[in-house]
Structure formats: structure tokens, C-alpha cells
């Protein structure tokens, strides 16, 4: 089984003036520490709401010039046996990456695998329509008595 799971981290931002800034230097900061290693690490801005109204915030904390901004790192985690063995994968590969950063899992949606049913049904189907345009095997035998003699005598001819 393969799953996509999705992984929030609080990145501290320093000296930074406005929201905007904190969510691109996190950005890059995030990036910075999981390249070369996990360049598969898919790094999105992060859905804040507030607890009282729902009213969606921006993804940047910001306070005394100083900001914790909230990040989703979505990965893939191949060949796992249930949901938690995916999230204890993606959490140890990203965690041993980014020191300090707290991490939580928003999301694990398990990814449909391909198969070789379809291409066997599709081949089932084909041998199925080859069979409806060959002809009875009670008329070819028949034909096939008829034609030999007939080419047996043009031969001897």
C-alpha cells in the first residue's frame, strides 16, 4: 500500500517584518534543510483558523519581529502496511531533517495502486471478440475437406 501523508511543521522565522517575508524565508529555510536528501518533499503554506470563528488566518504568526510560520510537507511513503506505519515513516524522515521543528500529521490518504487486472480484463475482452469473428469450428472443418482435394488436384494437374 502507498500513502500520501501530509505533515505540519511550526518553522521559527527571525527578524522578519511582515507575514509575507516569515512564509517565504520559512519556505526556503525549510527547503534548505531538506534538500538534497528529500527533494520529494512537497512544501505548501499552511490552512491557520481561528478556534472561536473559523475564519481562515494567514499561515505566519508574527510578533516582535519574530514569527512562527505553519507549513504542510506532503510526501509519498511507499510500501507500508497501514496508515500509522506511513505516518511514523514520514515523520522520522522529515523530523531527522528539520531539528527543533515540531511536526504533527494532518493527512493520510492511502494512493489507489495499479494493477494488472485491467490490462488482463482488457485482454479478455479482446480474445473474447477475436472468437465471435472467427467462424464455427463445425463450417471450417467441412471447408477444410473441400479445399484440400481441390488443391490436390490442381497440383497433380
Do not use: W
Not at 26 to 55: F, Q, W
Not at 87 to 100: H, M, S, W
Amino acid at each position: 500500500m502507498n500513502c500520501r501523508v501530509v505533515v505540519e511543521a511550526a518553522v521559527p522565522v527571525y527578524d522578519v517584518a511582515s507575514a509575507d517575508e516569515a512564509v517565504r524565508i520559512a519556505i526556503s529555510k525549510t527547503g534548505e534543510m531538506l534538500n538534497p536528501d528529500l527533494n520529494y518533499v512537497e512544501i505548501n503554506m499552511g490552512d491557520r483558523h481561528c478556534p472561536h470563528c473559523g475564519e481562515t488566518l494567514e499561515p505566519a504568526f508574527l510578533a516582535a519581529d519574530e514569527s512562527l510560520v505553519a507549513l504542510e510537507l506532503e510526501m509519498t511513503v511507499f510500501n507500508v502496511e497501514r496508515d500509522e506505519h506511513a505516518a511514523r515513516i514520514a515523520r522520522k524522515e522529515i523530523g531527522q531533517r528539520l531539528e527543533n521543528i515540531p511536526l504533527d500529521v494532518l493527512e493520510i490518504e492511502e494512493i489507489p495502486e495499479e494493477s494488472d487486472e485491467t490490462t488482463e480484463d482488457e485482454s479478455s475482452s479482446a480474445e473474447s471478440e477475436a472468437d465471435a469473428d472467427d467462424p464455427p469450428s463445425d463450417q471450417s472443418a467441412d471447408e477444410s475437406d473441400d479445399v484440400l482435394p481441390e488443391f490436390e488436384e490442381l497440383i497433380d494437374e
